[in-house]
């Protein structure tokens, strides 16, 4: 199953865009890129996903590269409640979840 | 129900013994995942339910762990003799379908310590 790498952390201030990168060079022509939360002390929440084109919805963006090999999520005004870890998923034949990337958001 | 409901929360339970947890899915959601997550790290995947189809159990660590589903509704994950590196929150999620661009309702969680 394909993986994903993704910074161990990132920090932003309250109210700036946040930008959380993946790699996923060795991703497969029909797997999705998902992207989920976990806020401390509860269970990942879905916040997006996408195949190829870009997507966004009320809670984030996410780009996809022209050749797929790499995404960003894109929260585009953090608040202190969007603090959390975020994971990057191939969706294919399982539904694995790597380390992700703890947001720091500051005040 | 409205989301992903997982017994108990909280479970603490000596070592040798055995334990059950429990989820109920969302009503209608065929597709069901367990996950284990040991604290400070991500999740590591233990065993897909899909429908009537026979279970991917590839992620169970051990034989000491096994899982049911009764059709499309409840799970239970069965952990026997129980040590303490079993202790970890274990994960419930689930999906209307199976497919590639679903994605899943998660559970709070049960959080297992073993003593």
């Known amino acids: 199953d394909a993986k994903t790498t993704q910074p161990n952390s990132m920090e932003s201030n309250e109210e700036e865009p946040v930008h959380l990168p993946c790699n996923h060079s060795?991703?497969?022509?029909?797997?999705?890129i998902h992207w989920y939360r976990q806020l401390p002390s509860q269970g990942p929440e879905y916040v997006i996903h996408?195949?190829?084109s870009n997507v966004n919805n009320r809670m984030a963006s996410l780009a996809i590269a022209e050749d797929r090999k790499s995404s960003t999520l894109i929260l585009h005004r953090a608040t202190l409640r969007d603090a959390a870890v975020y994971y990057c998923i191939l969706k294919g034949n399982k539904f694995y979840f790597g380390s992700g990337t703890k947001l720091n958001v500051k005040p | 129900g409205a989301g992903v409901s997982q017994s108990p929360s909280n479970k603490v339970t000596e070592k040798g013994k055995d334990v059950e947890l429990r989820c109920d899915p969302i009503s209608g959601h065929t597709a069901l995942y367990w996950y284990r997550q040991r604290l400070g790290q991500g999740l590591e995947f233990l065993i897909y339910f899909q429908g009537n189809s026979a279970p991917d159990k590839s992620g169970l660590p051990s034989d000491r762990f096994s899982a049911e589903r009764t059709g499309e509704s409840v799970s239970t994950l069965t952990i026997q003799r129980t040590q303490q590196e079993d202790s970890a929150v274990y994960l419930c999620a689930s999906s209307l379908i199976e497919g590639w661009g679903y994605g899943y309702t998660f559970g709070s969680g049960t959080r297992l310590t073993v003593v």
């Open positions: 060795t991703i497969s022509g029909t797997d999705y």
């Open positions: 996408g195949l190829t």
